[in-house]
């Protein structure tokens, strides 16, 4: 099993550029999350899902959109980065109900 | 609405010290779990405890102790004998019956050797 990939680890974009960061996972897991982290902020839940064609917002969900064709995969994308977007990204999934979170390596991110 | 405080930031210990991390959440739900995970200075987020809502039963495993109590709604970790290894950030995490997660803003901790 791989667990949880993301792709890409290191990405820099411009302002108002929209990217797509990846996130599959192999462990049929049907909860799915993104959270971005940020120093002394921990991490901060931006969307997530309980399975496929159902998402719902997070905490911090302005400025990203998600979608959840599939069990495997749950893409976040980034419409118009912004400054404020600059963090390191992680997904994770689980076990619906009491199921513990396996976290994907993470994608640091920096807008210029 | 549910949310995890982690009121310290950052903790020094001498190696072989005991430390206990404090978690204190909030939330309306009855049926809850929460969870605490590490994150080493490599930066991978590794599950450490979980504990649902109607189990208050303490724990010990190895080095790592729970203190899970609903009456102050907090749910403590303490390690025995700190090892230099165990420097990292600890994370404590709320997830309710809607399956959402959050998580405090985290305790970074420095074993000195």
């Known amino acids: 099993n791989a667990g949880v990939t993301q792709t890409p680890k290191f990405q820099v974009l411009k302002t108002g550029q929209s990217m797509t960061l990846q996130c599959a996972q192999d462990?049929?897991?049907?909860?799915m999350s993104w959270y971005r982290q940020d120093p002394g902020m921990g991490l901060r839940l931006i969307h997530y899902s309980v399975g496929a064609g159902i998402t719902d917002q997070g905490e911090v969900p302005n400025g990203y959109n998600v979608s959840r064709s599939t069990t495997e995969d749950f893409p976040l994308r980034l419409l118009s980065a912004a400054p404020s977007q600059t963090s390191v990204y992680f997904c994770?999934?689980?076990?619906?109900?009491?199921?513990?979170?396996?976290f994907g390596p993470g994608t640091r991110l920096t807008v210029t | 609405a549910q949310k995890v405080t982690q009121a310290q930031t950052e903790i020094s210990v001498v190696e072989k010290e005991d430390v206990t991390l404090d978690c204190v959440y909030e939330?309306?739900?009855?049926?809850?779990?929460l969870f605490w995970y590490k994150q080493p200075p490599s930066g991978e987020l590794v599950f450490l405890i979980r504990r649902n809502s109607f189990d208050e039963q303490n724990e010990i495993s190895g080095r790592y102790s729970w203190n899970f109590q609903k009456s102050t709604s907090s749910f403590n970790f303490t390690i025995t004998a700190s090892q230099v290894v165990d420097s990292a950030v600890y994370f404590c995490a709320l997830k309710t019956s809607y399956d959402k997660v959050i998580f405090g803003p985290g305790t970074s901790l420095s074993v000195i050797p």
């Open positions: 994770a999934s689980s076990y619906i109900g009491a199921g513990e979170q396996y």
């Open positions: 939330t309306r739900d009855t049926t809850y779990y």
């Open positions: 462990m049929n897991h049907e909860y």
